[in-house]
């Protein structure tokens, strides 16, 4: 099947133009029918049929607002801050239980 005028969206001319015919000889009214013969002899109309015709509709929407954001950083830090607050208890316990033993171990020597 040869494509006719009907299947081209813009006119032969503007056609030609963009495939970098000369313009004068485009305008010119009978090299016209001869540009219209050669790109009628080498384009193709291809029809695109789709399997389905559903659409997918993808919507993004906000998962925290500010507030909720807000307030979900706040629990963390408090939840990290609860953690360092123990761990520096823990460390000190630490420390002190060193210090009695090593007192003890001092004392249990100087009576000998």
């Not at 219209?36 to 919507?59: A, P």
């Amino acid at each position: 099947m040869v494509p006719n005028s009907s299947h081209f969206p813009h006119s032969q001319t503007d056609l030609a133009l963009e495939l970098g015919f000369d313009e004068d000889e485009v305008y010119d009214t009978g090299t016209n029918e001869v540009f219209k013969d050669r790109i009628q002899q080498n384009y193709l109309k291809v029809d695109v049929y789709f399997q389905t015709l559903n659409v997918r509709e993808v919507k993004q929407s906000k998962k925290y607002s500010f507030d909720s954001a807000f307030a979900a950083l706040g629990g963390g830090l408090s939840l990290y801050l609860g953690v360092a607050i123990i761990l520096v208890f823990e460390i000190l316990e630490l420390a002190y239980d060193i210090w009695l033993a090593c007192w003890k171990h001092s004392a249990k020597t100087s009576r000998r």
